[in-house]
């Protein structure tokens, strides 16, 4: 219910005249008993109609921990989950979202993925499917004919090419489909569609306020980041736009928080003009204003102080790395000293937690990198005992430390990840040396990351995994308490698949990689280059101190990037 | 400021609305309807919204009681039809009061309690003219062995569709039973186990079984 994305295509399908959506999430597995025990389909909850009766069925993919969950739905429905199987028009499987940057893993179940944002070409989509349906043509004229609409993947109408050893070395198109597909933008973020009314669940759900989306694409370039590389260009959206539909979204749901939601809002630009414009009408209705994190080189007390007129909130940093060495590799233009000073800065003006966010197993990472974290949750300490207005109070510094897992679309696409016994092992270490007093160190067992890692950069041989997987019962593989990596480890034996072969080898430039007949608008070159410098400890600038030619601009036609 | 009195109703689907959860849904719901709630004072403020007998989830009721500030002069014109039309299905405002009597007055709740289940109306009423139903009962403190007699008032039961509805009045408040523990009793006496249980809040009462407003 929370993601944002899910939002805006709802309210935009629900407001075209022939459309009617509705919304199905994945039933936890004791609803799932319960359904199949009374062999009722997964229904849709605004009609409680059965799956089953609707055209086209969409998911969006924002996590490679719930492919299986993708299969069990369609079964629940009754609807075969191999796409090969689904004859004629009804049952359309569409799928977008962050994970089709490489949707392989799920060609065989999934009749048309659609590559980025998704406005305008799920209704062109749509169109197309209506005059399919009035002339009653065949799924195979449909999906050629979808094909050429840009941003529309049909897997099935590629051949995938391996080599004799199993390497994959390319990709053919077949009836007339593109060779590359071309992700899909809005250009004009102040014209499209952003509803008025989101569904306002009556139970708690996470992230549940108003989501104000200021800006899509982020200026950093952080080499880890698939976000930062596959959501170009950065476009903006005005503070007149902005303040409009949070004023109206706020009165239509009733809502006590806005968040200022983007990949780094405190890149905005007009960020305090937005803000001048907010935060009246919000304090005399008692809603509250955020923003889900921010730069610590970018930190401003006073906004931190306008934004908590309603209320409190903790600050997070994210300095993902413990030294300077490692976080120019990285590219997360981040200094020590810039976090010191943020956080004295909060501190001296009453602040008492800190959450600091880092990743372990990044390329070139040594001890003294991890001994870094700890380096810095002392130093924050230290800056506290300084900088505080009231020591009695006592402070509270958590250090997150999550699994680095290499991305397809991102400078880091050809790294091994670190086994599960490294990272375990680094783990141990860090246990070590994070007892601090004052700090509380978190981490996540590495085996979901490494499962993520596995399907992050797989080729389609990992349908086959899924599917196994998925027979076998396993599903919401992203839950520590329903993972089976038992069942897991079994499929990938039955299938004759390697987990290391694809998340643990390094891909050499000259690789073929599987999801490269996806393009999201930033050239190989440029990851590339990127890859290099990381290895020559080369931190890049940020887009507006440099454009460094990545190529999203083209997606622009003629357009201009950051205006 | 003045502290007002609302009566609702919550069924159907609402039912499976908890209780932390529908503060949040009528806070959302005023917020929509445009009606000022006070706010209480301190470091987090919170909208004054008090529901005075709180509901077991999944439960249904005609006679719920929600206490709100009013940070307003007086109410808007078409204040109800404002509100319902800003709660959700299920959940339907028929009234509103200055509030003037303290909550700890309740002292009774009228369920019906529809049930399915392998006994008669009339074993019931044998049932519960005995002198004592012991059942164990949980409570904060652990098990506890608890006679239920003493805590209802006028117990009747009769036939209804496929099974027998009962009408009952329990201890609410301070000194409470849930109405569960009926069906409890009725399980453990007769060696039954019910297979469709649903609950409904009818009235709330004071100590002299008047009706609490």
Known sequence: ?563 | MSELRLLFEKRGTARYISHLDLMQVFRRAFARADVPLGFSKGFHPHPAITILLPLSTGFESVCELLDFELDAPRLPDNFLYKLNRALPAGICVTGVSESHTPARLIRYAAYEIYTEMDVTPEALTELFSRDALVITKRTKRGESETNILPLLRGFRAEPQGDGILIRVKVAAGNESLNPEYVIAAIEKYCGVTASYTSYLRREVFTEDLQVFR
Request: some cysteine; charged content about 25%; hydrophobic content about 40%.
């Open chain 1, 1 to 563: 219910m929370s993601h944002l994305g899910m939002k805006i295509l709802y309210g935009l399908y629900n407001s075209i005249d022939y459309c009617w959506c509705e919304r199905c999430f994945a039933p936890w597995p004791d609803m799932e008993e319960e359904l199949r025990a009374a062999h009722l389909p997964l229904y849709a909850l605004e009609s409680g109609d059965g799956l089953d009766a609707f055209d086209i069925i969409a998911f969006t993919l924002q996590y490679e921990l719930s492919f299986t969950n993708v299969l069990n739905m369609l079964d629940l429905a009754g609807i075969p989950v191999r796409a090969a199987e689904r004859e004629g028009l009804r049952h359309l499987v569409i799928a977008g979202g962050c994970c089709t940057a490489n949707p392989e893993p799920l060609a065989d179940f999934v009749d048309v993925f659609v590559i980025g944002e998704g406005e305008e070409v799920s209704l062109e989509l749509f169109d197309l499917y209506r005059t399919a349906k009035r002339e009653n043509w065949d799924k195979h004229r449909f999906l050629a004919a979808a094909a050429q609409i840009g941003g529309c993947y049909v897997p099935a109408l590629y051949t995938p090419h391996y080599d004799k050893d199993g390497n994959f070395t390319g990709i053919t198109p077949s009836d007339g489909a593109p060779a590359r597909i071309v992700k899909r933008i809005v250009k004009d973020l102040d014209k499209a569609y952003y509803p008025d009314c989101p569904v306002v669940p009556s139970t708690e759900v996470v992230h549940d306020r108003v989501m104000l989306e200021v800006m899509r694409g982020c200026i950093r370039g952080c080499r880890f980041c698939q976000a930062g590389h596959t959501f170009r260009p950065i476009r903006e959206k005005s503070p007149e736009t902005l303040i409009r539909q949070g004023i109206t979204q706020a009165e239509n749901t009733g809502y006590d928080e806005i968040s200022l939601t983007s990949l780094s809002t405190t890149d905005y630009r007009k960020l305090d003009e937005l803000c001048d414009g907010l935060i009246d009408w919000c304090a005399k209705r008692h809603i509250s204003l955020a923003l889900p994190s921010q730069r610590a080189d970018k930190f401003s007390v006073e906004l931190a102080q306008r934004l908590e007129k309603v209320r409190r909130t903790g600050l997070t940093f994210a300095p993902e790395a413990g030294t300077q060495r490692l976080r120019d590799v990285i590219n997360k233009n981040i200094r020590e000293e810039d976090l010191y000073n943020a956080c004295g800065l909060a501190f001296a003006n009453g602040w008492n937690s800190v959450k600091l966010y880092y990743m372990m197993g990044l390329p070139t990472e040594t001890l003294e990198d991890l001994d870094g974290i700890a380096k810095i949750a002392r130093g924050v300490v230290d800056v506290w005992r300084k900088t505080s207005d009231n020591r009695a109070r006592g402070v509270r510094v958590t250090a997150s430390v999550a699994c680095f897992v290499p991305k397809p679309g991102t400078p880091f696409q050809w790294e091994p990840m670190d086994t599960v016994e490294q990272l375990r092992e680094k783990q141990e270490y860090m246990k070590g040396i994070m007892r601090i007093k004052n700090v509380d160190f978190n981490w996540h067992d590495p085996i979901t990351s490494h499962l993520e890692g596995v399907f992050a950069r797989g080729d389609r041989r990992l349908c086959a995994v899924i599917y196994d997987a998925w027979r076998r019962g396993c599903r919401f593989d992203g839950w520590d308490d329903q993972l089976r990596m038992d069942l897991w480890q079994e499929a990938f034996e039955a299938c004759g698949v390697d987990m290391a072969y694809y998340a643990n080898r390094a891909r050499s430039f000259d690789e073929a990689l599987p999801w490269e007949h996806i393009y999201n608008g930033v050239t190989r070159e440029h990851l590339m280059m990127e890859n290099l410098r990381a290895h020559s400890g080369l931190a890049s600038e940020d887009c507006r101190a440099g454009c460094a030619g990545c190529g999203a601009l083209e997606l622009l036609e003629g357009g201009i990037c950051d205006v």
